[in-house]
């Protein structure tokens, strides 16, 4: 049987959210980071289903007061983090349907405790949350933020993460040799350099570089020679402007702007992004920051989108435990949820 990963831009059922509670990482700040949950679901909820993950429905429900009430989902499944965009599982198309691979998460190279992050898939399957759609569990580790698909067979990632021993210990054919498998990839484009400070997630490829459409890359680029990202980030310029499409053309290449730095209360810089954009039915989410360079961004974006409504997302509260909008969501196929 062959599969195919389905590109973010295709047709969706619904958004995978996994709710922040008092005892994941976002205790002290919960004030803080349920706000910013909140506007992201309510405002998918205008566009599509979202499916809620969350610790206690009745509570996460008061919280939830605006959106389309009809298309949010709320299921009770304990959890570690918030993170579903890599503890959630991930949708290919077979010959006969879908099918939802279940990957281990390890809590990024197991940097944190994630045993209950990786029962989330299993435990929405039990509870019927993908209909007839059967899921399948790999012993393969795998984030969903480490690869990007163009739909087509074409892979894109980062060696940084994907080759990383804290995960699988493969070479890059072993690993290769995997993808192929999983998701019925033809093409691979590797980035060897490329980084933002303060990320967890050892270079996730949805933190830097980001498919549009088939032929479209978007990606971060930093101008300023001072900055300590200047010359990692020139170098992936350099290996982007490398890669060919299936025809052999070069990619349209779009440089999103690199936000003003942004510190946590201890000094460290966050790491804040424009490429971490989530796609979804009729719209693309931005995570913004409160920051001159967030107009830039969200013009770049509505001209690579401009069928698509382009909706700003204040993200700080997110970067203050390293990830962004895209980091805590994942899309399911239509017909799934």
Same mark, same amino acid.
């Not at 049987?1 to 995978?16: D, V």
């Given at each position: ?34 706000? $910013? ?19 206690? =429905? ?30 959630? +599982? ?7 349907? !879908? ?10 190279? *197991? ?29 393969? =580790? ?25 995960? *699988?210990?493969?070479?890059? *054919?072993?690993?290769? =040799? ?19 400070? +303060? ?12 498919? $549009? ?5 978007? !990606? ?30 070069? !990619? ?36 913004? !920051? *409160? ?23 204040? $993200? ?10 895209? $980091? ?10």
């Amino acid at each position: 049987m062959g599969y195919r990963l389905p590109a973010e831009w295709e047709p969706q059922s619904a958004i995978q959210l996994t709710f922040p509670h008092e005892n994941s990482d976002w205790k002290e700040i919960l004030h803080v980071v349920i706000p $910013c949950f909140v506007e992201i679901i309510e405002v998918i909820s205008r566009f599509q289903k979202v499916l809620v993950v969350c610790a206690d =429905i009745k509570s996460t429900e008061k919280l939830v007061g605006g959106g389309i009430k009809e298309n949010i989902i709320f299921v009770s499944i304990p959890s570690n983090d918030t993170w579903a965009r890599d503890h959630g +599982g991930i949708t290919v198309q077979t010959d006969n349907g !879908y099918k939802i691979w279940d990957f281990q998460f390890n809590g990024w190279g *197991n940097k944190f405790e994630a045993s209950l992050d990786n029962k989330i898939t299993e435990e929405l399957s039990n509870k019927g949350l993908f209909g007839e759609t059967p899921i399948e569990q790999e012993d393969f =580790i795998l984030e969903g933020g480490a690869i990007e698909s163009d739909g087509k067979g074409t892979l894109l990632t980062t060696s940084e993460c994907m080759l990383n021993f804290n995960r *699988n210990f493969l070479s890059q *054919n072993e690993t290769e =040799i995997h993808l192929k498998y999983y998701f019925g990839i033809k093409r691979f484009l590797w980035l060897f350099n490329g980084y933002l400070a +303060g990320d967890d997630t050892d270079s996730h490829i949805d933190t830097l570089v980001r498919f $549009c459409n088939e032929n479209t890359i978007a !990606y971060v680029k930093c101008d300023d020679e001072k900055d300590e990202h200047f010359q990692s980030l020139k170098k992936m310029e350099i290996e982007l402007q490398a890669f060919k499409q299936v025809n052999g053309k070069p !990619y349209n290449l779009i440089a999103l702007p690199f936000p003003k730095a942004i510190f946590d209360e201890d000094g460290q810089r966050l790491p804040a992004t424009y490429a971490n954009f989530l796609i979804i039915n009729g719209a693309v989410l931005v995570p913004i !920051y *409160n920051v001159p360079q967030d107009e830039s961004a969200l013009k770049i974006l509505k001209q690579v989108f401009p069928e698509r409504a382009i909706i700003g997302i204040d $993200c700080n509260a997110l970067i203050l435990q390293h990830g962004s909008l895209h $980091c805590v969501t994942m899309q399911y196929p239509i017909g799934i949820i």
